[in-house]
């Protein structure tokens, strides 16, 4: 009973630190404007004009004041960044017949990897621990046995995926192709002539003037660089707006050998795709679910560890695959620690940034041994959307960033029933936010995402308007989630 009563103490101890720290400055002003207030309440008539004409104001001093109001005013206003609104997006959904249950997927491996059961035995293992539900899906080529990865199937997954994404998103936001001023798309390992965006412009017949761009080779935080490219261009093109397709083409990318490596994203990749619509016309403010507040890209490749960590090379039997280093969590905690240093003073409150630069300066003058303090970043933001790269990286997360199982509800159930989907599945775990009706206006979301090179990514998002969205991927399971996943499931 002690224990309780003492961390009971601790909690409001914290959060009464927590209240001083973030509101110093109003109490502080609080007594003042009140004891000025009542001493002018004090004041006769005579006493008050007596004190205006001691002040000596006359017409040129009144002017010059109003003329620098004025101009201090303006130069704020032209310097001011434009907003970047997200209007609506717009999530894939594959059809049944893509689907890969756990049984069709070994049954698979085992046919396609015959003269290999140790391979067999390795994806099966991966598999139980992966996370991944018995609903994701992969493209048509790698149904068959063997798969046929050719361009034709490769570019008609493509079609499928972005077609459709943009459809809904046309049918969602009222949209019209002409009307497209600017066009981003980004694929990391699909990189056909022409280009994917070619493809989207040839498809809807969109302006000729249109500024189309294509990111490949960027990994899975390519979303949050589209996302960036957007933002600067939308500051130079006023009045304009701005569709971004995030995907990842399995297809051309399913690897057929036998490095382990190279095995391990055949178990976690899976279809998926997502397109965004970004403005920053005012007329689009009061329909646009979010406003961009911050978006913050660390690039860890000077260092050779990290740029290898995640490779596409030939294994020695010429069989083109990902690999995928050992390393791989070590170095996404560093790059995630640096984007931090970066993006932690632009979101968290006084309290939190004092407390950590105590521990900061205690580390470097005192004693290097204490514990680092880790900022509570659940004072900053009330949802997270994190990569959905793995278990493994949820879990790392959840761990570093100290958050708790709800937190992390949206990305364990987007890995659960869309497997990893790339760049786009920070949007699919959105719209399960948004499906299960949390999304309140004035809430901030923070979207962290990782990529090869490495990369640590993140955006900082607040919501506009109250959404409960009865549309989109999970509008036919949000219902059955979240769900119980254990650490192991035995096939």
Known sequence: MSDFSSSVKLKYAKLGYQYLINHFLTLLLIPIITSISIKLLRMGPEEFINLLNSL???LLHVLCSCFLIIFVLTVYFMSKPRTVYLVDYSCYKPPVTCRVPFATFMEHSRLILKDNPKSVEFQMRILERSGLGEETCLPPAIHYIPPTPTMESARSEAQMVIFTAMDDLFKKTGLKPKDIDILIVNCSLFSPTPSLSAMIINKYKLRSNIKSFNLSGMGCSAGLISVDVARDLLQVHPNSNAVIVSTEIITPNYYQGNERAMLLPNCLFRMGAAAILLSNRRSDRWRAKYKLCHLVRT????EDKSYYCVYEQEDKDGNIGINLSKDLMAIAGEALK????????????????LLFLISLIGRKIFNPKWKPYIPDFKMAFEHFCIHAGGRAVIDELQKNLQLSAEHVEAS??????????????????LSYIEA???MKRGDRVWQIAFGSGFKCNSAVWKCNRSVKSSEGPWSDCIDRYPVFIPEVVKL
Do not use: C
Not at 338 to 353: D, F, H, R
Not at 412 to 428: D, E, I, K, P, V
């Open 56 to 58: 000596h104001f006359d």
């Open 299 to 302: 690039h860890r490749g000077a």
């Open 338 to 353: 640096s984007n931090i240093t970066t993006i932690g003073p632009l979101v968290l409150p006084a309290s939190e940034q």
């Open 412 to 429: 364990r159930m987007t890995l659960h029933r869309f497997g990893n989907t790339s760049s786009s599945s920070l949007w699919y775990e």
């Open 436 to 438: 299960k009706g949390k």
